[in-house]
């Protein structure tokens, strides 16, 4: 799943074209520009597919997260306040139409993570709040209410970024909590929205030793944490998909193709913004071929893309 823009030039278009002409593209992730231009271009690209993209993006509080001129609904700290959550399920609605209307059919979107550390630099008011229960309730009405208007979701940032003073943009924070204790907290609005038939989940750049000891290793490439925790223990059977991976928070002493073959292997369906999605594509075929990954584990994730599509 590829960057776009909206606000760029020729040039920018036609990379894009190149890459969905030439590889096959699984998808596009809409960053910044405007409704028009981005629900003009979202047409195009989908007329150049063989196989038809599953376009996102960021629209936590509406399209106005990343595009100019649209409505800016409240951040989910405010949503946390409200009382009524039917209230909520009707703005999910509201956002998903608006979403389809140009070209989106994936919101990265509802943010999960919950709000216990007054240090944090990314999550604050982007998090329904402090205390778990309120968090999983209003994250259930807000993905319902996408859901029920046909646009997948993906509950973020797993297994939790809420408890930490560092942001995974430029860094790899490092969640010193017990196993006990991130299922407990952390975990528990994950959980909950498993159980209520989420169908994204969107795994995060943290380093968690008490649930893989690799020093260094980011959870979203960590097969312990995304296929053993995630798919295993949690039972998730829906679609994972990687925070992007042009972030710092992602193992920068990988090599471009090595960061995109190690997060597959994890156990993500979908990788987010990759460093290089031919040397990507190039590496995953390597890794197969050296018996490091099977072609049914290709054809699983593949198969789980196609449905969500249909």
């Known amino acids: 799943m590829i960057s776009a823009y909206s606000n760029k030039g020729e040039g920018h278009t036609e990379s894009i074209e190149w890459l969905i002409r030439k590889y096959n593209v699984g998808g596009l992730c809409f960053i910044k ?16 597919a063989k196989t038809p993209l599953l376009i996102s993006q960021d629209a936590e509080w509406g399209l ?15 949503l946390g306040a409200i009382e009524d959550e039917e209230l909520i399920r009707q703005m999910g609605r509201e956002i998903a139409m608006q979403l389809k209307m140009v070209g ?4 990265l979107a509802p943010v999960l993570d919950i709000n216990n550390n007054p240090k944090n630099p990314v999550i604050g008011s982007r998090s329904f709040g402090e205390d778990k229960q309120n968090v999983s309730r209003k994250a259930m009405a807000y ?20 408890d930490t003073d560092k942001d995974s943009h430029y860094t790899l924070p490092l969640i010193r909590h017990s196993g006990k204790r991130l299922r407990n907290t952390e975990m528990y609005p994950f959980i909950q929205v498993i159980n209520q038939g989420i169908s994204g989940i969107m795994t995060a750049h943290l380093e ?62 979908i990788l987010l913004i990759p460093s290089s999605v031919p ?15 099977s072609w049914e584990r290709v054809e699983k994730s593949c198969k789980k893309i196609l449905a969500a599509k249909y």
């Open 33 to 48: 520009g405007g409704p028009v231009r981005q629900a003009q271009l979202a047409s195009h690209y989908q007329s150049l």
């Open 104 to 107: 989106v059919n994936m919101n």
């Open 279 to 293: 040397k990507g594509i190039s590496t995953i075929k390597k890794e197969i071929r050296r018996g490091n990954l």
């Open 64 to 78: 106005s997260m990343r595009l100019d001129s649209c409505i800016s609904y409240p951040r989910q700290m405010a």
């Open 208 to 269: 968690i030793p008490a649930l893989d000891s690799t020093s260094g290793l980011a959870s979203s490439l960590s097969q312990r944490i995304t296929t053993g925790v995630l798919k295993e223990e949690m039972g998730f059977k829906g679609l994972i998909i990687t925070d992007a991976l042009d972030m710092a928070g992602a193992d920068a002493s990988l090599e471009p193709g090595d960061l995109e073959a190690t997060a597959f292997k994890a156990g993500n369906d």
């Open 143 to 162: 993905f319902q209410g996408m859901q029920e208007e046909g646009v997948l979701c993906s509950a973020k940032h797993w297994p939790g970024h809420g």
